[in-house]
Antibody
Framework: QVQLVQSGVEMKRPGASVMVSCQASGYVFHDFGITWVRQAPGQGLEWMGWISPYTHNTRYPRTFQGRVSLTADTATATVYMQLGSLGSDDTAVYFC??????????????WGQGSLVIVSS | EIVLTQSPATVSLSPGERVTLSCRASQGVGNHLAWYQQRPGQVPRLVIYDASKRATDVPARFSGGGSGTDFSLAISSLEPEDFAVYYCQQCNTWPPTYSFGQGTKLE
């Protein structure tokens, strides 16, 4: 069965960087894109970026340009999300999600369990 | 950037009732719209994609509609497990760029 397993809780100081991993199993890794979405406490979903594990092409929203980087390791079927220059408003749960190939919406059909990142001095 | 606006922000109903949630896009997205359900403390779950197609294992009481800028998610007879927050999401470009609505809480 398709599974996305993410790394655990991270506590960081303001100004630091964080790296969160997302290991995929149960499907052909390089056949599906991976998207990252975050959710601040009590808030909605915010898109952070997309990567194709096949081509390593990436796409980021303007709000995160220059601060987020997605990479993929096909040998371990793992996608990494690195976010720099952390501030307290980056405290959130970070999700990876697989991009469905069914239909034209590129919907997110399987999600990781989420990784809590806490930014505090 | 396409902005999605959901309404209402909160709706209060009882099991067995019918509900319709709305999502409006700031510009046309064709039928490239999805809906997600997020129960408290859980991961979002895909409910509807391509505006009207039910995702795997989603009960038939869920239905999606609309195209262009106006979309809806209807639940015909609410079950206790349907009380959650629902988000709409659009993506109509390649490489994909996404945006989410702010969510509707069904309580």
């Amino acid at each position: 069965q398709v599974q996305l397993v993410q790394s655990g809780v991270e506590m960081k100081r303001p100004g630091a960087s964080v790296m969160v991993s997302c290991q995929a199993s149960g499907y052909v890794f390089h056949d599906f894109g991976i998207t990252w979405v975050r959710q601040a406490p009590g808030q909605g979903l915010e898109w952070m970026g997309w990567i194709s594990p096949y081509t390593h092409n990436t796409r980021y929203p303007r709000t995160f340009q220059g601060r987020v980087s997605l990479t993929a390791d096909t040998a371990t079927a793992t996608v990494y999300m690195q976010l720099g220059s952390l501030g307290s408003d980056d405290t959130a749960v970070y999700f990876c999600a697989r991009v469905s190939k069914t239909g034209g919406t590129y919907a997110l059909d399987f999600w990781g369990q989420g990784s809590l990142v806490i930014v505090s001095s | 950037e396409i902005v999605l606006t959901q309404s209402p922000a909160t709706v209060s109903l009882s099991p067995g009732e019918r509900v319709t949630l709305s999502c409006r896009a700031s510009q046309g997205v064709g039928n490239h719209l999805a809906w997600y359900q997020q129960r408290p403390g859980q991961v979002p779950r895909l409910v509807i994609y391509d505006a009207s197609k039910r995702a795997t294992d989603v009960p038939a009481r869920f239905s999606g509609g609309g195209s262009g800028t106006d979309f809806s998610l209807a639940i015909s007879s609410l079950e206790p497990e349907d009380f959650a927050v629902y988000y709409c999401q659009q993506c109509n470009t390649w490489p994909p760029t996404y945006s989410f609505g702010q969510g509707t809480k069904l309580e």
